[in-house]
């Protein structure tokens, strides 16, 4: 009995696409992907067009972060695949589940003259090294095919334990601590690490901190200290500086996370990570442990004896009353104008105003000194997009984290220069009916570059833009927009915020004299650097 039949290419990549399960696409509609996109929608993976390339391949990293799933971007050939780029390499650094595929140009045929010059050319192959290129030509050539389509994705693999000898090797280390520090990243988070160490901090009299990206992890435990590095509180770094050793799961130890080098003390380290190469890469580690993260707090804590209250010094009633009372709004004097807020004032006014249940997404910039007073409910509801040291990625994003998570609200917290990259997406909320609140946090400069000149006594001239009211722009695209520049404008959307009914925009005007911590730090650094 013969089960084929003929059948194009693009039908039957359609038909693989399917039954992976992806059941949504992201993209934009070009001569040489159009078949193709409107065969998936017409097998029910819905196509969301989006403005931009470089947005198409954002949303789609946004929604495998949102869901785990794969997330799917549909890219035309040429200039579209240049235009996508930015968004192509931040998803590749960020090892995100995203497959991109791209039109291409017909497959020579040998002809020694033809029709030309191609306008569109463009050596995809060379530029993107991996990628599905669909030549228009192959699309469209009829193959026979036998049965169903068949492709899968292959499931993760167990989680790995620890080598013993490494286990030791860090218990032993452990073991003449008496002010250690846990240190958790994202990678500690989806490995399902958190009651593991929580419980390892009470057996080691060991404080809770998390990177940026682990953000909240531990909210609300009496060992939190909050985030290290650039992002963390006085309390927190005063903790920190009393430490005589830190255990590190999950977390990459960027320059960021280590303040320049300045976060930790000069303490042995202990990095846990499943993969190797990632121990070490931007910190030295003084005991190597890979394996699963979750899996070596639970090797740790056979390992490790009970200790006890007089060999815990970071738990005794007075450290745990100094946490417990610490107030981050009186880390900052609020330093507000007549006409702009102070932005960490505003991110603590934020914090209590929008939904509790909330993602998170951060495009780039010095506004993201807001970051510390924003909580989420777990490091999984915030999403940066800074991996390329760019702008202009966040909007993109929050579009493919609000698609894969509809029924909770996604917060977009973007500056004037990155919102003005990418506000052409305001009509592909409206469109798609998204679920969406952009907080514009509107300095009428770039920020960083701002700072960056002002720090080396440079004219600022060239960083800085005028005053739009970029509220009216949002409601000619159906949004509820608001102009705020004061905290009582925004205590008066209380009611929006709390529960929000439709895409919103507020356009923020904030000081832009307040510099991110970040930049201080990169200019001491630079200084030491140099010195």
């Known amino acids: 009995m013969n089960d084929s039949r003929i059948a194009p290419v693009f039908q039957i990549l359609a038909e693989d696409i399917h039954a992976l399960g992806v059941r949504t696409v992201f993209g934009l509609m070009s001569d040489d992907t159009a078949v193709f996109a409107v065969t998936l929608d017409g097998l029910g993976v819905k196509f969301v067009g989006a403005r931009h390339e470089n947005n198409a391949i954002a949303m789609a990293e946004g929604y495998a972060y949102a869901t785990g799933e794969l997330g799917v971007a549909v890219i035309g050939r040429g200039p579209a695949t240049a235009n996508g780029l930015h968004a192509a390499v931040a998803a590749s650094r960020m090892g995100s589940r995203v497959l991109v595929i791209y039109g291409d140009a017909a497959v020579g045929g040998g002809a020694v003259n033809g029709i030309g010059p191609d306008y569109k050319g463009f050596n995809a192959q060379a530029v993107l090294g991996a990628a599905l290129l669909l030549p228009t030509n192959v699309q469209m050539a009829n193959v026979e095919v036998w049965g169903p389509a068949a492709a899968r994705l ?11 000898q490494s ?3 860090a218990a032993a280390l452990l073991s003449k601590s008496r002010r250690p520090v846990i240190v958790a990243g994202l990678g500690a988070h989806r490995a399902g690490a958190k009651e593991a160490l929580q419980t390892l901090a009470e057996k080691i009299g060991a404080l809770l901190m998390t990177s940026a990206r682990g953000k909240d992890m531990f909210h609300g435990h009496p060992y939190n200290l909050g985030i290290l590095g650039s992002f963390s ?49 931007w910190a030295t580690a003084d005991v190597a442990v890979v394996g699963d993260a979750r899996r070596v707090a639970e090797q740790l804590l056979a390992a490790l004896p009970g200790r006890r209250s007089s060999e815990k010094p970071f738990h005794t009633a007075e450290s745990l009353a100094t946490i417990a009372g610490f107030d981050v709004t009186r880390d900052f004097e609020a330093a507000h104008t007549p006409r702009t807020v102070d932005p960490r004032a505003l991110g603590v006014e934020l914090d209590g105003l929008l939904p509790r249940e909330r993602n998170v997404v951060y495009d780039a910039g010095n506004f993201l000194g807001i970051l510390p007073y924003l909580t989420v409910p777990t490091p999984d509801h915030l999403k940066m997009t800074s991996e390329f040291a ?3 990625l966040g909007f993109g994003t929050a579009l493919g984290v609000a698609k894969g998570r509809p029924r909770v609200p996604t917060v977009l917290v973007i500056g004037d220069g990155g919102f003005l990259m990418t506000m052409s997406e305001l009509e592909t909320v409206s469109r798609e009916d998204i679920p969406l609140i952009i907080v514009l946090m509107n300095d009428c400069a770039y920020g960083a570059e701002l700072h960056f000149l002002a720090l080396r006594k440079l004219p600022v001239g ?26 009582d404008d925004l205590r008066a959307l209380g009611p929006v915020l709390g529960k ?6 507020l356009d923020c005007k904030v000081n832009a004299d307040i510099a991110a911590p970040f930049m201080g730090e990169f200019a001491e650094f630079e200084a030491r650097q140099h010195g």
Do not use: W
């Open 154 to 164: 292959i499931p993760a693999g167990e989680p790995a334990a620890a080598r013993q």
């Open 167 to 169: 286990i030791d090797s």
């Open 233 to 281: 509180h006085t309390m927190g770094r005063r903790m920190m500086d009393q430490a005589d050793c830190v255990l590190v799961f999950g977390a990459g130890l960027n320059f960021l996370t280590m303040s320049f080098g300045a976060s930790v003390p000069a303490v042995p380290i202990i990095q846990v990570d499943t993969v190797r190469a990632h121990i070490g890469r």
């Open 390 to 392: 760019s702008i202009g």
């Open 462 to 487: 060239k960083s800085v833009f005028p005053d739009v009211e970029f509220a009216a722009v949002a409601e000619a695209f159906g949004f509820q927009a608001y102009t705020i520049r004061s905290l």
């Open 500 to 505: 929000p009914d439709g895409p919103i925009l």
